[in-house]
C-alpha cells in the first residue's frame, strides 16, 4: 500500500506540479466555459428565430419559405455529427478565411446547439393553447405583440428546464475542440499525455473537471425546476 501510494503521489507530481502542468487544464477550463457561454448566447438567438419562424407558419400558414430554410437547417443540423460540423466549418469554410479557431469553435456550437434549442421552444409555442393568442387579439394586440408579451413568456417558462439541460449537454460537447487543435480543456489533457506517456492521471483529470461542472449546473437546474413548480401553484 505505502509503494502504491509513493508511486500515485510521484505520477501525480509528473502529471500536474512539475513545470506547473496543472495550467493547461485550467486555462483550458476557461476556454471550454468561454466557447460555452458565447455558444449558449448564439443558440438562443438562432433557436429563438427558427422557432418562432416555424411556429408562426404552423399557426397562421406564413412565412412558406422561412419555413422550408428553417426545415433545411434543422435536417442537416441534427442528421449530422457535431464533430462533422465543426471540422466541415473550419477547414473548409473558415480556415481560407483566415478565421480564428475560437470564433469558429463559437458559431459551430451555436449552430448546433441553435437546431435543439428551435424544436424545444417551438414546442413550448406550441403547447401555449390558441385561446391565449385569441385573447391578446380581443385586447387589442396584433399577431407579433401577442406573440411577444403573452404566449412567448408561457412558452419560455414551460421549457426553461429543458433548455438548461441543452446547455448542460453543449457544455461537454465542447470536448471535441480538440480536433481543430482548439487548447480547450480536454485539449490540456492531452498535452499533458504527450509530454508524460501518462494516460491515466491526465484522463481520469478532465473526466472529473467535466463531471464537477455537470454536477454543479444540474444541481441549479434542479432548483429551477423547484421554484417552477412552486410559482405553478
Not at 473550419?90 to 456550437?109: D, E, Q
Amino acid at each position: 500500500m505505502q509503494e502504491w501510494w509513493a508511486g500515485f503521489c510521484e505520477e501525480f507530481y509528473i502529471n500536474f506540479i512539475k513545470k506547473d502542468r496543472w495550467k493547461y487544464l485550467t486555462n483550458g477550463l476557461g476556454r471550454t466555459l468561454e466557447i460555452t457561454l458565447l455558444a449558449v448566447l448564439v443558440g438562443i438567438a438562432l433557436g429563438f428565430l427558427v422557432a418562432i419562424i416555424r411556429s408562426t407558419h404552423e399557426k397562421t400558414g406564413k412565412l412558406k419559405i422561412g419555413n422550408a430554410i428553417c426545415q433545411v437547417y434543422l435536417t442537416v443540423i441534427r442528421g449530422t455529427p457535431m464533430v462533422v460540423q465543426l471540422m466541415i466549418m473550419y477547414f473548409i469554410i473558415f480556415l481560407p478565411l483566415g478565421v480564428s479557431k475560437m470564433v469558429t469553435a463559437v458559431l459551430a456550437f451555436g449552430i448546433n446547439s441553435g437546431a435543439y434549442v428551435a424544436e424545444i421552444v417551438r414546442g413550448g409555442i406550441m403547447s401555449v393553447d390558441n385561446g391565449q393568442l385569441e385573447a391578446g387579439r380581443s385586447l387589442g394586440f396584433g399577431y407579433a405583440r401577442s406573440m411577444w408579451y403573452i404566449v412567448i413568456p408561457q412558452a419560455f417558462k414551460a421549457v426553461l428546464p429543458a433548455l438548461a439541460n441543452e446547455f448542460i449537454v453543449l457544455l461537454k460537447e465542447t470536448s471535441v475542440c480538440s480536433f481543430i487543435g482548439l487548447n480547450d480543456l480536454t485539449r490540456g489533457g492531452d498535452i499533458i499525455r504527450g509530454v508524460t506517456y501518462s494516460d491515466f492521471m491526465p484522463l481520469i483529470a478532465v473526466a472529473l473537471i467535466y463531471l464537477v461542472m455537470v454536477v454543479v449546473l444540474s444541481y441549479f437546474v434542479k432548483l429551477l425546476e423547484r421554484r417552477l413548480r412552486k410559482s405553478d401553484h
